[in-house]
């Protein structure tokens, strides 16, 4: 889970107003994520972030729900402005210390390790505003201070860090990935990449931090992950395949290798980009210890994609795969292409890997009795853990797998409530309206089951 899409109470405990705060659900949402449109908080809209799904108030019972299940890692990330407010504050705020304190400690009595992500497409205004966010390198020591903070107040229960949540989504959606907008003088390539890098030093300064403070955990890096297929056999849909999965992951190359790849430099060459990178070589050579990503779906590379229908999956357009089904947001679902992507990424990085992110998005209904009866879920499931099983067969070390988003949360790309994600469903619509209410769906009891038997046998179910 996230923050953001999950606690609400966004002016509560004296927590700071965060880029999510100003992304409204409807219309102008896309605009504003992507920082084209410059957001104001106004009274009508409706900001899906403000309310989450009250986990804020509710987590001791929803932990309690997920330990029943047999959960035996928690994920979820660290709202930065409920720690530092504005981001800039010589100590951090008391009442968000104890918060996680309190979330940490009830994981760890319902023994639950914690994965956690410092930074889940969230950044505090404060910053965005006074400091132009990741356009200045400054931003890199802010979010130093707010990452030791955590490793201090919260080392003793975490032993799973992510500096940044999918770091590449900055590219694609730069305000919620990373609070950016644009103005017209800027060349937005040249403000993307800058940013892209000071996130990925601030990155590398957590893992330097993480290892000081805290040294019996581990420090990852995450990338919203699916190999690129080549869409036909045509040596230009290969070649573009290729560089679509190399601008994707050269994120990777820099936190567990420790180095930009050699056909960075070309590119940033071709693009005349003049990136501010040199004097961080040093930094960059902390790496991370393993390797996470989210898997929704592989990505279709082709060289002219106006020949092609689009397809949208998680926040990359490619072509549509003819070879594969959607799901009701129209993503595909290539449960093989998972264990083509564990296998890509761990050939290319010999670093453990985690999923951390896997899931259906889908309309649920609840029956008359007050069932909800998602079998497509399971289905989903089972094909992804098979294709998991067989990708560890392969002799692929996976340390584990987070589903997402287990309780119903807002959705990230869209801000419904409606595609849902979760085995417990939450009484709650797209406008905000509903009790709140948890609900087992039918998928929490063959999980628990796969959970018992620690998904191994999933395929004899
Ligand atoms: C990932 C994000 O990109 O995908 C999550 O890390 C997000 O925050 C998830 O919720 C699913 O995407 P969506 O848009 O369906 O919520």
Same mark, same amino acid.
Do not use: M
């Given at each position: 889970m996230a923050a953001n899409q999950t606690?609400?109470?966004?002016?509560?405990?004296g927590r700071g107003l965060s880029n999510i705060d100003l992304i409204p659900h409807g219309p102008n949402r896309q605009e504003i994520k992507l920082g084209n449109k410059q957001s104001k908080l106004s009274d009508t809209e409706y900001y899906p972030?403000?309310?989450?799904?009250d986990f804020y108030h509710r987590y001791k019972e929803d932990i309690a729900l997920l330990a029943e299940m047999g959960l035996k890692v928690f994920r979820t990330s660290i709202s930065w402005s409920r720690i530092y407010p504005n981001g800039d504050?010589?100590?951090?705020n008391q009442a968000g210390i104890d918060y996680y304190t309190d979330l940490f400690k009830t994981c760890r009595a319902h023994n639950m390790e914690l994965l956690v992500t410092l930074a889940h497409f969230d950044i505090p205004m404060g910053i965005v505003e006074q400091y132009n966010g990741w356009k200045n390198r400054e931003t890199i020591n802010l979010y130093v201070k707010f990452a030791e903070t955590c490793f201090e107040y919260f080392g003793a229960y975490v032993n799973y860090w992510i500096p940044f949540n999918e770091i590449n989504v900055v590219l694609h959606s730069p305000f919620s990935g990373g609070g950016l907008t644009f103005d017209e003088t800027e060349n937005k390539e040249a403000v993307l990449y800058q940013a892209a890098h000071y996130m990925l030093v601030a990155s590398a300064r957590a893992v330097e931090s993480c290892h000081r403070i805290t040294p019996q955990a581990k420090i990852g890096c995450m990338i919203a992950g699916g190999s690129f297929y080549p869409y036909s056999c045509n040596p230009e849909d290969v070649w573009q395949s290729m560089n679509d999965e190399r601008t994707n992951t050269f994120f990777v190359d820099v936190q567990a290798k420790g180095k930009y790849p050699y056909y960075m430099d070309a590119f940033f060459k071709a693009k005349g980009l003049n990136i501010?990178?040199?004097? @961080?070589k040093e930094i960059l050579k902390e790496t991370v210890d393993f390797v996470a990503f989210s898997y929704y779906a592989s990505r279709t590379s082709i060289a002219d994609i106006s020949r092609v229908e689009k397809n949208e999956g998680n926040i990359i357009v490619s072509a549509k795969n003819p070879y594969l089904k959607m799901s009701d947001w129209g993503w595909v679902i290539d449960p093989l292409g998972l264990r083509i992507t564990m296998n890509q990424i761990y050939e290319r990085f010999e670093k453990p890997l985690f999923v951390v992110e896997n899931g259906l998005g889908a309309k649920d209904v609840v029956e008359v @009795?007050?069932?909800?009866? @998602?079998d497509y879920r399971i289905d989903y499931m089972q094909q992804h853990f098979q294709a998991m099983y067989d990708g560890i067969k392969d002799g692929v070390p996976l340390l584990g797998y987070i589903s997402w988003g287990i309780i119903d949360l807002v959705s990230a790309s869209t801000g419904e409530m409606s595609k849902r994600y979760g085995m417990i469903y939450v009484d709650k619509d797209n406008a905000g309206n509903g009790t709140l209410e948890r609900k087992k769906k039918k998928s929490v009891d063959w999980y628990k089951q796969v959970i018992q038997r620690n998904g191994i046998e999933i395929q004899l179910i």
């Open positions: 606690e609400g109470a966004w002016d509560l405990g972030s403000h309310t989450g799904i504050e010589e100590t951090p501010d990178i040199e004097s @961080d @009795d007050g069932t909800i009866q @998602d």
